[in-house]
């Protein structure tokens, strides 16, 4: 089982700036994914961005813009850089990794997902 280990949340005053950085326990060539959701109180976890194996990224459309999502060692560390941060951002953030496994040479695969223990991110008015 993958461990994801989060840090870089805290508190900051709209505008500011945070870096959340996110790292696999061990490295795993089967994950294809990793990216960032939040989860403000009372609402549903939310996905915010992602990036794949081959560096293709999204971004949820109210991050575009401010929001950086890339990663080291393939996709088994994973970066948010979060530039102009609104009130409207504070959230826990999780980390998520995807990982796909080929069981055979007809393509066939299984997949696992795996979640951090989340980070907080609080911006001031």
């Known amino acids: 089982q993958v461990q994801l280990v989060e840090s870089g949340g805290g508190l900051v005053q709209a505008g500011g700036s945070l870096r959340l950085s996110c790292a696999a326990s061990k490295t795993r060539r089967n994950i294809n994914r990793m990216g960032w959701y939040r989860q403000a109180p009372g609402k549903e976890r939310k996905l915010v961005a992602t990036i794949n194996s081959g560096g293709t990224t999204y971004y949820e459309a109210s991050v575009k813009g401010r929001f950086t999502i890339s990663s080291d060692n393939g996709v088994n560390t994973v970066y948010l850089q979060m530039n102009s941060l609104k009130p409207e951002d504070t959230a826990v953030y999780y980390c998520?990794?995807?990982?796909?496994?080929?069981?055979?040479?007809?393509?066939?695969?299984?997949?696992?997902?795996?979640w951090g223990q989340g980070t907080q991110v609080t911006v001031s008015s």
């Open positions: 998520h990794a995807q990982e796909i496994r080929v069981v055979n040479v007809e393509g066939a695969t299984v997949s696992k997902e795996y």
